[in-house]
């Protein structure tokens, strides 16, 4: 019970809880001698494989946060900072880890008194705060597709004004954190702009206007998944569609560009539905 218990917390916990959880001083003496558990500071045990980041929350009287805890969610997180970051529970009590950035807007969501990781909903909410907006908002589409939380339930909660604009700018279908940029970008062009619409057996990255095909190539259009690419590009041309594919690259490090390219298309009536002869 108690290594599952340890494990779910990255292997940090508070001696006290392991007392209120029926395990005497003297067991737990008995572990620390042993080495099956380490006293890092007063109060605090942890295993010798223990969550590095965690043992740093417990250390210094902070709760990981904004993207640190995204990254360790898997959540898009645009580049993942070398500096932790951090929520403050108890201002006053805290130390500022080296390189550190610390947190100290209240919780949306009440913490545990002593919680080392912060809640979802606490997490994105420091995002939008800390974040450039189309990073705020790729990072809650990620949130949201992975079904980590409910749309419908963050907004009953008393956002901030950041996070409500944050939340009305997200996307729960959104694939990736390029498709987030991407639809975030091109919002100024009032055009129905369609996430993950199904065409001819498959799913597409976008559908601009009726005919506009956009896709976006990640990391994983290699190989055998190129092939079906190129199939299914070719079956969508024959069915009078135009197909765009945009890269990585050109998304994050050449945007004007790329906005050009949509943009001549949409000039030249791309998008539009098919006129008849």
């Known amino acids: 019970m108690i290594t599952g218990m340890l494990s779910k917390r990255g292997g940090v916990i508070?001696?006290?809880e392991l007392i209120a959880r029926g395990m005497t001083r003297y067991r737990i003496q008995q572990e620390v001698v042993a080495g099956a558990l380490i006293r890092f500071k007063k109060g605090w045990l942890a295993t010798p494989t223990a969550d590095p980041q965690v043992v740093a929350a417990a250390a210094s009287g902070l709760t990981l946060s904004c993207v640190t805890q995204a990254a360790r969610l898997g959540l898009w997180v645009r580049q993942v900072p070398e500096g932790q970051h951090f929520g403050v529970p108890r201002p006053g009590s805290e130390r500022r880890p080296p390189g550190s950035v610390l947190h100290y807007?209240?919780?949306?969501?009440?913490?545990?008194?002593?919680?080392?990781?912060?809640?979802?909903?606490?997490?994105?909410?420091?995002?939008?705060?800390?974040?450039?907006?189309?990073?705020?908002?790729?990072?809650?589409?990620?949130?949201?597709?992975?079904?980590?939380?409910?749309?419908?339930?963050?907004?009953?909660?008393?956002?901030?004004?950041?996070?409500?604009?944050?939340?009305?700018?997200?996307?729960?279908?959104?694939?990736?954190?390029?498709e987030s940029y991407f639809r975030v970008r091109l919002k100024w062009m009032r055009l129905p702009i369609v996430s993950q619409a199904w065409l001819v057996g498959r799913r597409v990255d976008f559908l601009i206007g009726s005919r506009l095909v956009v896709q976006i190539d990640g990391g994983h259009h290699t190989g055998p998944q190129r092939t079906i690419d190129i199939e299914h590009d070719a079956q969508l041309r024959l069915r009078g569609f135009t197909v765009i594919r945009v890269s990585y690259s050109q998304i994050m490090h050449a945007w004007p560009e790329t906005q050009a390219l949509v943009m001549r298309a949409v000039a030249v009536g791309l998008h539009e539905p098919a006129r008849l002869a």
Not at 126 to 152: G, H, T, Y
Not at 168 to 175: G, R, S
């Open 105 to 178: 807007h209240a919780p949306i969501v009440p913490r545990d008194r002593f919680a080392l990781v912060d809640s979802i909903e606490n997490v994105l909410m420091l995002i939008a705060q800390c974040e450039p907006f189309e990073d705020a908002v790729a990072s809650w589409d990620s949130a949201l597709n992975k079904r980590l939380v409910d749309r419908a339930a963050l907004e009953l909660l008393p956002l901030p004004a950041a996070s409500k604009r944050v939340l009305e700018a997200t996307d729960p279908f959104a694939d990736s954190g390029l």
């Open 14 to 16: 508070r001696s006290s």
